[in-house]
């Protein structure tokens, strides 16, 4: 914790000074995370239920390619969670899959994959926010940008609104992590699936070994 002792001088003085200093620590914030490569990218429309998961990364000199969602279907009168887990696929030899936290329910749709040469490098959710229905179901569906400009998008759930594209991953997605609430049991609502963010690859990364 850093403690700031300002003159006593007038309330305008002192916002002025600290918002100065909160700017410049948030500066420097972000030049170290750049400097160390950790770029991350996200979106502003995700949910604030649950925890974030682990950071799962591409194997040395791979990144995600494909990506495939594990979802609860639409179900009248039943309680849905929507997307629940997402894996990305690495272009390793062993097609490695990532998933941070994974969901609890819900079944595998097809893996969606860039074209031939392309990778991924940003994403978009479509997500039902809080309090919007009387069935929360925080993020419905996800789809990713490649480096070609084209997206690629699989069958997800329909409830919500899509948000804007998150920035871009230059050399590619390498790392995920998820948001996710875990199964509270029939007698809460469950919503699985909160929010997801996405770790940018580095020279570092892509280097094979």
């Not at 600290?18 to 410049?24: E, H, Q, W």
């Not at 894996?87 to 994974?102: E, G, K, Y």
């Not at 959710?125 to 009387?134: H, Q, W, Y």
Request: aromatic share 8%; charged share 15%.
């Amino acid at each position: 914790m850093i403690l700031i002792s300002l003159p006593n001088s007038g309330n305008i003085f002192q916002s002025a000074m600290i918002k100065n200093v909160v700017v410049g620590y948030l500066a420097l914030f972000v030049f170290l995370g750049l400097a160390n490569g950790q770029q991350v990218i996200t979106v502003t429309n995700g949910e604030t239920d649950g925890r974030w998961g682990p950071l799962e990364t591409c194997p040395s000199g791979s990144r995600a390619v494909s990506y495939q969602t594990q979802n609860e279907l639409d179900a009248p009168v039943v309680d849905d969670s929507a997307v629940n887990t997402i894996a990305i696929f690495c272009d390793d030899p062993l097609q490695t899959n990532l998933t941070s936290t994974p969901g609890h329910t819900g079944n595998w749709q097809n893996v969606q994959t860039c074209p031939f040469g392309a990778y991924m490098k940003s994403f978009q959710l479509r997500v039902s926010p809080a309090g919007n229905t009387t069935d929360n179901t925080a993020v419905n569906d996800i789809r990713f940008m490649c480096s070609n400009d084209r997206d690629i998008n699989g069958i997800g759930n329909r409830e919500g609104y899509w948000g804007e594209y998150s920035a871009e991953c230059l050399d590619g997605i390498c790392g995920i992590e998820t948001r996710v609430r875990p199964d509270g049991g029939l007698l809460v609502d469950n919503t699985a699936l909160n929010d997801v963010r996405f770790t940018c690859c580095t020279a570092v990364d892509l280097k094979k070994f």
